[in-house]
């Protein structure tokens, strides 16, 4: 499967909002239509639903963490508490536009049936990750010869809730196994810029901190 790129404006979200936003929830919000409904799965503290929710989509969420939740519907969101590994299997098919999974796939104790589950439940899924493959992460553990921390994974290697660690090349090959179709793949700098689309894959894979992708089912005996 070849990567594919898009330049996104980030068209329709307030100047003055996007100032202490995440890029990659800049970039999400961007590949969701307005008017949507939407799943964010493992949404955190909500920030990510508060923005769709102020694009005039309609957000849900479901979060492992009291806490979390907690934080959410003090700020008027409906979020439940709940496992992405044990519970989106309770949920219908074609139950949203848009199912998200930002920067937790690699918290998920089965990555493949929760991306799986991710794409039954959604017409479409977007899915982002830190990539393991980032140079500062091979030249941690080849000149220093420790497990990788970074400002997107700054836990201990003991402490981290991270335990499926992946590259944009092994999504990529993921998708390949199961079938899914990538609509589009931008891959993201150490400054939360994307990489230009005439690069060659190896590259994102070596330079993408980290990689945003929305996925789609592919059409049956593709």
Not at 31 to 42: E, F, N
Not at 80 to 92: K, S
Not at 117 to 131: C, E, M, Q, T
Not at 148 to 165: G, K, M, Q, S, V
Request: net charge negative.
């Amino acid at each position: 499967m070849s990567l594919s790129q898009q330049t996104l404006p980030l068209t329709g979200v307030e100047p003055h909002r996007t100032e202490n936003l995440r890029s990659d929830h800049l970039l999400v919000a961007e590949m969701v239509q307005s008017g949507s409904k939407v799943l964010d799965v493992g949404c955190g503290d909500g920030e990510l639903l508060q923005l769709l929710e102020s694009r005039g989509i309609d957000g849900r969420g479901i979060e492992l963490s009291r806490e979390g939740v907690n934080r959410c519907v003090a700020k008027g969101l409906a979020v439940v508490q709940g496992d992405a590994d044990t519970d989106l299997i309770n949920y219908p098919d074609d139950a949203f536009d848009y199912v998200i999974l930002s920067q937790t796939l690699q918290a998920t104790r089965q990555p493949k049936v929760v991306l799986e589950n991710l794409l039954r439940i959604g017409h479409r899924a977007i899915v982002s990750f830190p990539n393991f493959g980032f140079w500062k992460m091979r030249l941690q553990l080849l000149v220093g010869g420790h497990m990788p921390r970074t400002e997107n994974l700054p836990a201990t290697w003991y402490d981290t809730p991270n335990i499926h660690f992946c590259t944009i090349k092994d999504f990529v090959q993921l998708c390949d196994e199961i079938n899914v179709k990538m609509e589009r793949a931008v891959a993201l700098d150490l400054y939360g810029r994307p990489l230009r689309l005439n690069l060659p894959w190896w590259f994102w894979n070596m330079f993408g901190e980290q990689g945003v992708f929305l996925l789609s089912r592919a059409e049956k005996g593709k």
